[in-house]
Structure formats: structure tokens, C-alpha cells
T-cell receptor, first 114, second 112 residues
Framework: KAGVTQTPRYLIKTRGQQVTLSCSPI?????VSWYQQTPGQGLQFLFE???????NKGNFPGRFSGRQFSNSRSEMNVSTLELGDSALYLC?????????????FGDGTRLSIL | SQELEQSPQSLIVQEGKNLTINCTSS?????LYWYKQKYGEGLIFLMM?????EEKSHEKITAKLDEKKQQSSLHITASQPSHAGIYLC????????????FGPGTSLSVIP
């Protein structure tokens, strides 16, 4: 069974640009969560999607948005990029929206803002 | 302050030594997860604990959950260089029931 796939692995952008990251969950998993990981803040929850609906949202500005498609694939978009958005963005999938099921993570997209 | 705290922040041990990493929650726990991360990579799921007193083992790694203390410990026996990495605990808590939050992580280095 293929794991969680995130593309691209690396991305370099400049301030003010926007970026879209993609995540393909494990086959059969319907819940997809996004996290931002930085050395200073650690792993911070962005949002979770289940059956194309955003179920939970973390404390991030509206510049961070996402969506989920009918095949459970998810995209995350960040607009008007800031230097502080440089981070490793991780996607995780689980079978359902119940937090009693372990999440399985992709290898992440490392975003660098110049 | 964070809802999940981990101690120690970092650890350097000689190969073959035992070690323990702790994860403490300030809120009631509903499920506790342990993950391992190599630098710059994704998190690898190790174990999930759901009931107070529950203990699980995988190879040389054992995790326990003390529900009363709202604490979990991860113990590695006879550490090896392959155990090196960042260990993170994650949990659904009373204030984040529908989502998993993570501790700051414990960086483990194993010296051959």
C-alpha cells in the first residue's frame, strides 16, 4: 500500500507570491490534516479535511487555506507569502475523522521564502 | 505554554544504554501517540496508547500511559544508532478532542 505522498518535496518562493502544496493520502483514508513545522514553534496544526469538508482549523491567518477533492487528495494554498512561512509542511492521513485512529505522515514539502 | 510538554529536550546516550523520554499533558488525554522523525522527513508512527495503564512494545521500544498523571513515557532498551532522531508525542486532549496536537519533541543522539 502506498504511503502518503506530498509534492513537491522542495519549493523556493519569494515574498508576496503564493504557493500550492499537494497531498495524496493512503488509499481508503478520508481524513487529511496539514501541519507546519518550524524549529521555533514545532509542529503546529493547520487544518483537517474529511469528505471534502474542513472539520478543524488551527490558529493560522486566512492566507492559509486548503481543500479536499472527492478522491480525498488535498491541496494547501498559502497566499502573500512571508519570510516566516518558511517551514516544513506535513500532511497526514487517517481512515476517518476520529482522533482515535493514528495518522500517517508524508515526507513533507520544505518551503523556503527568499 | 504548550498543552504537551516533553522531557528531556535533547538526549545524548552511548550505544547500548537505556533511556526514557516523557510526555506530560496539562489537559485530560484522549489517546496518546508516539512518533519518530528523522531530520527533514515525515513522522513515522510508533505506537498509540488509549487506556490508562496501557503498555505497548515494539522491538526495543516500550511506551506506557499513566492516565491519572496525564503522562506517557517512552523507554528504549539497549539503544542503537538507528534509534537516533526526534521523538514526538501527540495527543487528542479535552480542548483539542477532534485533532491531534504535538509536543515539542525530544532529540535523541546515540553515540557508537
Amino acid at each position: 500500500k502506498a504511503g502518503v505522498t506530498q509534492t513537491p518535496r522542495y519549493l523556493i518562493k519569494t515574498r508576496g507570491q503564493q504557493v500550492t502544496l499537494s497531498c495524496s493520502p493512503i488509499s481508503g483514508h478520508r481524513s487529511v490534516s496539514w501541519y507546519q513545522q518550524t524549529p521555533g514553534q514545532g509542529l503546529q496544526f493547520l487544518f483537517e479535511y474529511f469528505s471534502e469538508t474542513q472539520r478543524n482549523k488551527g490558529n493560522f491567518p486566512g492566507r492559509f487555506s486548503g481543500r479536499q477533492f472527492s478522491n480525498s487528495r488535498s491541496e494547501m494554498n498559502v497566499s502573500t507569502l512571508e519570510l516566516g512561512d518558511s517551514a516544513l509542511y506535513l500532511c497526514a492521513s487517517s481512515p476517518g475523522s476520529n482522533s482515535n485512529q493514528p495518522q500517517h505522515f508524508g515526507d513533507g514539502t520544505r518551503l523556503s521564502i527568499l | 505554554s504548550q498543552e504537551l510538554e516533553q522531557s528531556p529536550q535533547s538526549l545524548i546516550v552511548q550505544e547500548g544504554k537505556n533511556l526514557t523520554i516523557n510526555c506530560t499533558s496539562s489537559k485530560t488525554l484522549y489517546g496518546l501517540y508516539w512518533y519518530k522523525q528523522k531530520y527533514g522527513e515525515g513522522l513515522i508512527f510508533l505506537m498509540m496508547l488509549q487506556k490508562g495503564g496501557e503498555e505497548k512494545s515494539h522491538e526495543k521500544i516500550t511506551a506506557k500511559l499513566d492516565e491519572k498523571k496525564q503522562q506517557s513515557s517512552l523507554h528504549i532498551t539497549a539503544s542503537q544508532p538507528s534509534h537516533a532522531g526526534i521523538y514526538l508525542c501527540g495527543a487528542a486532549t479535552k480542548t483539542s478532542y477532534d485533532k491531534v496536537i504535538f509536543g515539542p519533541g525530544t532529540s535523541l543522539s546515540v553515540i557508537p
